[in-house]
């Protein structure tokens, strides 16, 4: 039987997986990689969307109060594809690639296996951090209007979308082949996609201690992430659904694919309350 400290070190391993997976932060020791760490890396993976949400988070804080609102908004999504490595965007790229081919599953599936870019995911790419830079810019201008600090939502967004990763790997076939990530977290199983939740929940309590601004901005903000969670919920679960649907399961581009699609949608549905509401 192994003793809690190899226990221990084993989630610690699986934690620095999943951040050193989904983003360019350097982990400063060796850790162990096999199966069983692929597998419980899952429930990291909001760690992971904490790591990005705070730099994207202190980016938005700090350019909001020496640059321009379009100049911070420019500033906050190329922090967001730095952090990142633009690994989901390479994964949402491709998925848009073999969808704009209208070709046989097989042949889709290839084609996302091609490092190459075709004109359907340089556009997709474009129109994402365009959407991505409007939405930020959107959220900016309603706190320079002295609205609600909303770098909480912004720093919000990447967690909650990697809260619902876990679920597209344990509950959607995988249809990558048998090499690759996904393939090595296969086995993760609903305990993990559980945990996931645990861990995003405390992620979320800590994006909003960091970035709330006080119990006046806390009483905006729960309620927004609360819905946030269901509408994540929601729209991840179509959007795999429909996703497998077309290609006989998901593959670690449509991860990818997902994660940068629900941030999208993320942040849409707060500037749509901030409209409406005038936060």
């Known amino acids: 039987m192994r003793g809690v400290g190899g226990v221990l070190g084993d989630w610690l391993s699986a ?81 848009a690639d073999a969808l704009g081919s209208n070709r046989s599953r097989e042949r889709m599936l290839e084609i996302m296996k091609d490092p190459r870019v075709g004109a359907m995911g340089v556009a997709s790419g474009a129109l994402l951090l365009l959407g991505k830079y409007a939405f930020v810019l959107s959220l900016l201008e309603y706190t320079a209007a ?12 990447p967690i909650l979308a990697r809260m619902f990763a876990p679920w597209a790997v344990v509950r959607w076939p995988y249809a990558g082949g048998s090499g690759g990530m996904g393939a090595a977290m296969r086995a993760a199983g609903v305990r993990h996609a559980l945990a996931a939740l645990v861990v995003g929940a405390a992620c979320l309590a800590a994006a909003l201690a960091l970035f709330g601004g006080g119990a006046a901005d806390a009483v905006m903000l729960l309620p ?3 819905a946030g969670a269901a509408l994540t919920a929601a729209a991840g679960a179509l959007g795999a659904y429909r996703l497998s649907r077309r290609f006989g399961g998901l593959t670690g581009d449509l991860y990818g694919a997902l994660i940068e699609g629900l941030e999208l949608l993320l942040l849409f549905a707060v500037v749509v309350v901030g409209f409406h509401e005038g936060v």
Do not use: C, K
């Not at 909303?150 to 967004?157: D, E, G, P, R, T």
């Open 224 to 226: 927004l992430a609360a």
């Open 146 to 157: 002295g609205g609600v600090r909303l770098a909480a939502a912004v720093a919000a967004a």
């Open 15 to 95: 934690a620095a997986a999943a951040v050193q997976l989904m983003t360019r932060v350097p982990i400063p020791f060796a850790f162990a990689w096999n199966e069983r760490i692929a597998r419980r890396s899952i429930a990291f993976y909001p760690l992971a969307g904490l790591v990005v949400g705070v730099v994207v988070g202190l980016v938005y804080a700090l350019s909001a109060a020496w640059v321009p609102p379009p100049a911070a908004a420019a500033l906050v999504v190329a922090a967001w594809v730095w952090v990142t490595g633009g690994l989901h965007l390479d994964g949402w790229m491709d998925t």
